[in-house]
């Protein structure tokens, strides 16, 4: 800022120099404007150009340096310091030589931006000079980021146009529109829908009868069926208040979380495995997935969540809830194997972070700021790397979820544990040792005559005299330890592994006496092992650490030639408490393919997103309130920078998922993106409206639901019809009706168990293994996915499977379930035929079916009548009309019949037969798996 | 429901039922027969056979493989992916190097800091294999592919494609999605997307893996990362239906069960659509149950080789056991080109213990590649044969690849380890120009040299042969027009007959 500034006085100062010889008229025009043009008022202008004469020297033009303004481009210089009138600049943007810039319609330069250029070119056309300026300071002072300038990049200025953007407006709240029909008047969201409808010449849908009503509301807030009695009840229910009664209790029920959780568990991409090659395990990520319901179930505040979620490591008084919160880093997509060889991942995590937070919790594709300023967005490559710098300290590490006594206790006895058995392995080795010699020799000569004859001339050859290439060979055979033909080998069963799964075949027998020995030895060790407490449960959480440091895992052997880098740093992968500690420091457009390139680049200091200060700068730490616990306090910044109300984003962003998660669509239909990509609002004030609301009632996401359930909007009817209507708003964008949506994967498969009478209600806990065939798991050969069968303990609820990157559910895979490698933003919905067979042939539909005809049966007696309208009430929540009823009774009897003349059954059986035939036709029907 | 939809008994028939939807969608009354109740058996009887023969299929402009114009005239209008997995050396099977004989034993040198994936690096290390040149075009081919050695005039090979990492499963994301990152969708995934399929009766994208297991990586080789789950591979399995769930278990039902149920299904479903008129998506699943119906048909005839000659049968390698399972894999290929199905993967290896399973040959180069080329020579070779002998190669083009090359220097004196700096593929009909070969690598097959090739350039130029520009083919995703070649991607002009970029 402090260089701008200079810039300017030096300007006036000129100016006032050279006014004696303008003209009058140049004189009066001058001053009647305004002070001369700074460089910075020019960039604002000429950075425009930069998509095309910045980095990618359009017609061989860089305007981004005056020297690259000099030099022009393939039609001669761009300006002529002091004579305007003979720049080329000039002319192009004026339009007096064409083609004229900037290229494209409706974008030429106003008169205004025209005279700025002429007079900064007149007056010398100072500035530009492209050497190094500012770079980022250290931003915890006051005082706003100023765009950076280094060799090679040049930050975008951002300038009150970017900031003029809706979505980067602060959310204005509006009173509710006035409306006419008392139907409307009583929710203001109704207001705003109304007045929308209005105002286009649709007609609203009357509300839905309360049959519809009611199965709406359990398949949308807890997704499983309404029960018969339950439906009777509503029905019956005559006070006026009946229906709001029954959003409040569904909005309380444990199965509200179940539904809505996985929502959020989309957005944030949540997975059991991290993919790749090995798939492994996420041990703990299923206790997030349960924080998450539970933080839907309890209405936990959404600025809490988002914070807790972000830096749950870093309040001042964590708890177990806010801990495992943070497992949200960990369950993205990972490699987890030679992580050591390979530092580019590092930052592939980190741009999975980026992507994930912003997109999640702000509807912007920071990330795609990551190679270049964004293309569309006021968001500059800095700022990514700003962001990243807020991220930068995290290192993964499982925090026991325990009380500290007990952490301690049980650490203690571990010490203890190996101190004893210490020395008896140490006992053991001595006695393996010989062996483990002789083995070794056996081996490598075994080994040594496979190979051809010139290797066995290497190795046979005394090392002072071999060849550069035979050093070589020989080198290689004496390190491949990866081959299991020429290991180091084993020979005995470790005590730490009794099942024996790392044991490899030995070549040379122990002797009988040394063995005893050594049993003895393991037995011993057993026996003190028993006093190890059992695991403690722990959280996948994070800290603030160096992840340069972290502990080797699979594939991190430190081992000659494999790749591994090696860093300056030996200490500490976390500190400990009352150590100091630093964030390792973070290199611009570092990518850690090439460390020395990396370090050549300035270093970055954690930041916000420019757009969005506007000259304000919030704190880039919020470090807690714990000497015992050092760390940056980055994280917690940029989480309650992130759940500030001021944020425009925010509030916005979470209403319209909200509204999108009840009606299939969002305000914004693309609830990941409220940049220049995404789309406009439908409806702005109510967004605005409902977004100032949520921040009103304290963040509560059960709030907004209320308002929202107790909307006539939500009430209308979706079997609504106006030829009018559809030719004015085919996909009913303003809501002129309910829209039928259909339900996904997961509540497929919940109803169906909901309507069969089988679902298991366990609640939370480790993920089950839903039964697939031998086949679909052949196709992954890693990973942790058990065969199961169809039985109870697999029939729980959807959002409880185990989620693998490398092997989907097959059922819920076709129906839409998202990649979950990356943020969903709403669920695709397609219809394709390998969903029919799934609900015709899968063995889990065809036992559903049966549980469910028996269910009817054991309910309603023999009579086909009443198993049909038992059938309608169950998995429809209504009557069977008239037709229905007659066609169903012709089915059953034909399937009766059906069933009788095949084999030999009894009548009973054969009814049962033909019942579980109709059962299924109503599981498959779409009445069944559409939200109405 | 009258009052709700006063319009519904109007002159004006919004109601789409099960039977108009069928005459939109251009069945007529064969559709309406199929529907009600012929037998299968019936069905392709009455059709002569030719009812699964890549016919028009139903499914209306709602279908998400409903077909698709190219953006331009397309030369290919199917492709065949010949996917090798493990690494296949192409300095002892395509590019024949003097200079490793020659240098045979001694350390590379000057070609700056060599990474290899496991132990430390070795001297250098000449072929076990002959190499002779065949054909007009003279290609290089070792002893190994004594078959494929015979056609090489209808091969475009490029000797300098390139990948940018050395893991196993990045490398197969690399080829197979474009990013060595999880997540992005498949190629095959990206042509059904961009073309639909004119046979909705098959799955449009077919995966067939190799019957000793699932490759590095696994399904996420064919996912259709963010676009819609519809455009995901189908897996045909070895044995019994290939399709998941494409039949009822006799255990609970039976198939005259299934399709009392689905006609019974039709009607509920009816009722239930005519209370909402013009809902697309209610008969377009509608559809979706007429269309699985045929499927049944389908899929088990596209599979059945009991059609097929003995010639034919031996021209695959089905008479021999080392090439019988590839060759069968090929054979499919070839019926489910000829009904239609937009893309096809074979894999020929497997993760299991990939020193022998797969083309991961750390062990033995001479042992491993002769093994696995043996399994895959005659069969590839019979396949290309037959799609040109029956006018299929001009509008199928064959791709032959792996995730990366391998090592000039040797891995314990005789293995080879990982080399993603250089590989050969090649690729076949479809519009490929045959006998080229393109690129070269550095003498001793280090590093890509002339015309390096990248991942992005081999895919923008496979989608070119179909009629799909790759920097058009985008699909809006998290605020960006994603594409398969992301910001990247040259067309290679001796293949697309497209000027050179300067």
């Known amino acids: 800022m402090k260089r701008f500034g200079i810039l300017r006085r030096r300007a006036v100062g000129f100016l006032f120099v050279t006014v004696g010889i303008l003209a009058l008229t140049s004189y009066s025009s001058l001053v009647a404007q305004k002070a001369p043009a700074t460089e910075k008022d020019v960039l604002q202008i000429v950075e425009r150009c930069y998509q095309c004469h910045g980095e990618a020297q359009s017609g061989g033009l860089d305007l981004r340096t005056r020297a690259g303004m000099l030099n022009g481009g393939n039609s001669g210089p761009a300006i002529v310091p002091g004579h305007a009138d003979q720049s080329l600049l000039i002319k192009r943007v004026s339009g007096e030589v064409t083609p004229r810039m900037p290229l494209g319609p409706g974008n030429p330069l106003t008169a205004d931006e025209v005279a700025v250029l002429k007079d900064w070119i007149d007056h010398g056309a100072a500035g530009f000079s492209g050497a190094a300026a500012p770079t980022t300071s250290d931003l915890r002072g006051s005082g706003p980021q100023p765009a950076v300038v280094i060799p090679g990049y040049r930050e975008r200025v951002i300038n009150d146009k970017d900031r003029q953007w809706w979505a980067f407006r602060p959310p204005v709240r509006n009173a509710a529109p006035k409306v006419a029909d008392a139907r409307w008047t009583r929710n203001p969201i109704d207001a705003f829908i109304k007045s929308g409808l209005e105002s286009k010449g649709l007609e609203p849908a009357p509300q839905a009868d309360k049959r519809t009503l009611i199965r709406r509301l359990y398949l949308d807030l807890t997704g499983l069926l309404p029960p018969p009695e339950a439906v009777e009840a509503f029905v019956n229910d005559a006070s006026p208040n009946a229906y709001e009664k029954l959003v409040d209790k569904l909005l309380a029920s444990p199965n509200y ?68 919160a943070t497992t949200y880093y960990r369950v993205g997509p990972r490699i987890r194997f030679r992580e050591k060889q390979n530092p580019s991942n590092r930052y592939d995590y980190m741009d999975d972070m980026i992507r994930t937070t912003f997109q999640g919790f702000m509807g912007l ?259 807690p309130n714990r000497p015992d616990y050092p760390t940056s306090g980055r994280r917690r910044a940029l989480g309650e920078w992130i759940a500030t109300a001021e944020n425009p984003l925010t509030s916005r962003v979470i209403v319209n998922r909200i509204w999108g998660w009840h009606f299939g669509t969002g305000i914004v239909s693309t609830p990941n993106s409220f940049g220049k990509m995404g789309t406009a609002p439908t409806n702005p004030e109510l967004l605005d409206w409902l977004a100032t609301e949520m921040v009103r009632q304290g963040w509560s996401v059960k709030a907004m639901q209320r308002l929202i359930l107790n909307s006539e909007t939500y009430k209308m009817a979706s079997s609504f019809y106006r030829d009018t209507n559809t030719e004015k708003d085919p996909k009913n964008v303003y809501l002129w009706k309910f829209p039928l949506h259909r339900v996904e994967g997961e509540i497929v498969r919940d109803i169906m168990l909901s309507a069969s009478g089988q679902l298991n209600p366990q609640f939370g806990g480790k993920p089950f293994f839903p039964s697939i065939p031998a086949s679909v798991r052949d196709a992954q050969p890693r990973g942790e996915w058990q065969l199961t069968k169809e039985e109870p303990a697999t029939w729980r609820r959807g959002v409880y499977a185990y989620v693998q990157r490398g092997l989907r559910y097959p059922m819920f895979e076709v129906f839409d379930q998202p990649d979950l490698n990356v943020s969903c933003e709403a669920r695709n919905v397609s219809t394709v035929p390998t969903q029919a067979l799934t609900l015709l042939n899968n063995s889990f539909m065809l036992m559903q079916s049966k549980f469910l005809a028996e269910r009817v049966w054991k309910e309603a007696g023999p009579d086909a009548n009443e198993q049909i309208k038992r059938l309608y009430r169950i998995t429809l929540s209504r009557e069977p009309t008239r037709v229905e009823l007659s066609l169903n009774e012709a089915f059953i009897q034909k399937q009766r019949l059906y069933a009788l003349s095949r084999g030999n059954p009894s009548q009973d059986a054969a009814a049962l037969a033909a019942l579980m035939d109709l059962a299924q036709v109503l599981l498959d029907s779409n009445e069944f798996i559409y939200i109405g | 429901m009258n009052e709700l939809n006063p319009s519904s008994k109007s002159k004006k028939p919004r109601f789409v039922s099960r039977r108009d939807f069928w005459m939109e969608a251009g069945m007529g009354i064969g559709g309406l027969a199929l529907v009600d109740l012929l037998s299968r058996d019936q069905l392709l009887a009455a059709e002569s056979g030719t009812a699964c023969m890549g016919s028009s299929g139903p499914g209306g402009a709602e279908s998400p493989y409903a077909p698709k114009a190219p953006h331009f005239k397309a030369k290919a209008n199917a492709v065949i992916s010949l996917f090798m997995c493990g690494g296949l050396s192409h300095i002892d099977t395509f590019q024949y190097k003097p200079a490793l004989i020659k240098y045979n034993r001694t350390p590379l040198e000057g070609h700056g800091d060599i990474i290899v994936r496991q132990g430390n690096p070795g001297p250098l290390m000449m072929s076990p294999f002959k190499f002779k040149q065949y054909g007009q075009s003279g290609a290089w081919v070792s002893e190994i592919f004594p078959h494929l050695s015979t056609i090489v005039d209808d091969l475009a090979f490029i000797h300098s494609a390139k990948g940018t990492s050395n893991d196993h499963t990045l490398s197969h994301l690399e080829w197979n999605t474009g990013s060595i990152l999880v997540g992005q969708p498949s190629v095959g995934s990206w042509i059904t997307y961009g073309l639909g399929t004119v046979n909705q009766n098959l799955p449009s994208y077919v995966v067939l893996y190799d019957g000793r297991g699932g490759p590095y990586g696994g399904p996420q080789n064919w996912a259709s990362g963010y676009l819609p789950a519809a455009y995901q591979g189908t897996v045909f399995r070895s044995t019994g239906d290939p399709v998941l769930d494409l039949m009822p278990s006799s255990e609970y039902t039976s198939l005259e069960r299934e399709r009392a149920r689905l006609d019974q299904l039709a009607k509920i479903n009816e009722e239930h659509a005519e209370r909402y008129p013009g809902a697309s998506e209610l008969s377009a699943r509608i559809a979706s149950y007429e269309l699985a119906y045929r499927m049944q048909g389908c899929a088990p005839e596209a599979v059945d080789l009991a059609s097929e000659s003995d010639e034919t049968k031996q021209l695959y390698g089905l008479n021999e056991p080392a090439t019988e399972a590839f060759g069968k894999q090929c054979l499919l290929a070839r019926r489910l080109v000829e009904r239609g199905v937009r893309f096809i993967q074979l894999i020929s290896g497997a993760y299991v213990n990939t020193n022998v399973t797969a083309w991961d040959a750390h062990d033995s180069i001479d042992s491993n590649h002769r093994q696995h080329a043996k399994e895959v020579d005659k069969p590839i070779t019979g396949l290309i044969t037959d799609l040109k002998r029956r006018g299929l190669l001009d509008s199928t083009l064959v791709e032959f690849h792996s995730e990366f090359g391998r090592m000039p220097i040797s891995q314990r004196g005789v293995g080879r380890d990982h080399n993603p700096g250089a590989m050969t593929i090649f690729m076949a009909g479809g519009g490929v120009p045959g006998g080229l070969n393109i690129g070269t690598s550095d003498d001793v097959g280090l590093n890509a040299e002339e015309q390096p090739v990248p991942v992005h350039d081999a895919h923008a130029t496979v989608l070119h042969m179909l009629g799909l520009d790759h920097k058009r083919l985008t699909y809006y995703f998290n605020g960006r027009n994603m594409r398969l070649t992301d910001v990247a991607g040259e067309l290679v002009p001796q293949i697309t007959g497209t000027p050179k970029k300067a």
């Open chain 1, 257 to 324: 979380g179940e539904r809505w959780g996985r929502f959020w568990l989309d957005v944030v991409r949540y997975a059991d495995s991290s993919g790749f090659e090995y798939d492994r395990n996420i041990t703990d990520a299923w206790r997030y997935r349960d924080y998450v319901i539970k933080a839907f179930n309890e209405d936990k505040p959404f600025d809490k969540f988002i914070v807790e979620q972000i830096a749950g490591d870093e309040l001042d008084s964590p708890t177990n809830d806010s801990l495992t």
């Open chain 1, 365 to 623: 594709s920071v990330n795609c700021a990551r190679c270049h300023d964004h293309k569309f967005d006021p968001i500059t490559r800095m700022d990514y790397y700003r962001s990243m710098a807020m991220f930068w300290g995290y290192v993964d590490y499982d925090t026991p979820l325990a009380p500290k006594a007990d952490v301690e206790r049980s650490e203690q006895i571990k010490v203890e544990v190996d101190r004893e058995t210490a020395p008896l392995r140490a006992e053991i080795a001595r006695i393996e040792q010989p062996y483990r010699d002789r083995d070794n020799k056996v081996r490598v000569e075994a080994a040594l005559a496979k190979y051809p004859e010139d290797i066995r001339v290497a190795v046979r050859t005394p090392s002072e005299k071999r060849t550069p290439g035979q050093k070589l060979l020989v080198a290689q055979l004496q390190l491949n330890i990866d081959d299991p033909d020429v290991i180091i080998p084993v020979p005995v069963v470790p005590a730490d592994d009794p099942n024996g799964t790392r044991r490899r075949r030995a070549m040379v027998k122990i002797d009988a006496a040394d063995d005893a020995k050594r049993q003895a030895l393991f037995r011993k060790i057993v026996q003190i092992e028993k006093k190890l407490p059992p695991p403690l449960p722990k959280a996948n959480a994070v800290r603030d650490g160096d992840f340069w440091l972290a502990p080797d895992d699979l594939g991190d052997e430190q081992r000659a030639g494999n790749g591994r880098f090696s860093y300056d740093k030996t200490c500490c992968f976390v500190p400990k408490p009352g150590e100091h500690y630093e964030v390792p420091e973070l290199r611009f457009a570092a990518n850690g393919a090439d460390f020395e390139a990396d370090k050549k680049n300035v270093e970055v200091k954690p930041g916000f997103l420019t757009v969005l200060l506007n000259g304000k700068l919030p704190p880039a730490s919020h470090v």
